[in-house]
Nanobody, 123 residues
Framework: VQLQASGGGLVQSGGSLRLSCDVS????????MGWFRQPPGKEREFVAA????????AYGDSAVGRFTISRKNAKNTVYLQMNSLEPEDTAIYYC?????????????????WGRGTQVTVSS
């Protein structure tokens, strides 16, 4: 299973970005999907997750009210819409696939990871 994240870039504070993660090589509809981020010099942290059919979502504290995760199984893609971005959101953003979903916030929970896309928010 391969995951490819895209959509990162440089944006001003208050702006928006939409990240995409394309999944290939497996049955996308079997996986719960998550987004994590790793700011410079810090640990990887949970951002958001969605279950296999898009019916259930969860968010980390930093994402609540600003970010929205969604998926399109017909396109093998999961999205992260990020609004009201702040400089503290600057990080590499990773998507991940979880075959046996339970603790979505745990890095060790996920079976496959993409290579990440850089998001930089300027003040």
């Amino acid at each position: 299973v391969q995951l490819q994240a895209s959509g990162g870039g440089l944006v001003q504070s208050g702006g928006s970005l939409r990240l995409s993660c394309d999944v290939s090589g497996g049955d996308f509809s079997r996986y719960d999907m998550g987004w994590f981020r790793q700011p410079p010099g810090k640990e990887r942290e949970f951002v958001a997750a969605v279950n296999w059919n898009g019916g259930t979502t969860a968010y980390g504290d930093s994402a609540v009210g600003r970010f929205t995760i969604s998926r399109k199984n017909a396109k093998n893609t999961v999205y992260l819409q990020m609004n009201s971005l702040e400089p503290e959101d600057t990080a590499i953003y990773y998507c991940a696939a979880d075959l046996y979903g339970s603790d979505w916030a745990a890095v060790d929970e996920y079976d496959y990871w993409g290579r990440g896309t850089q998001v930089t928010v300027s003040s």
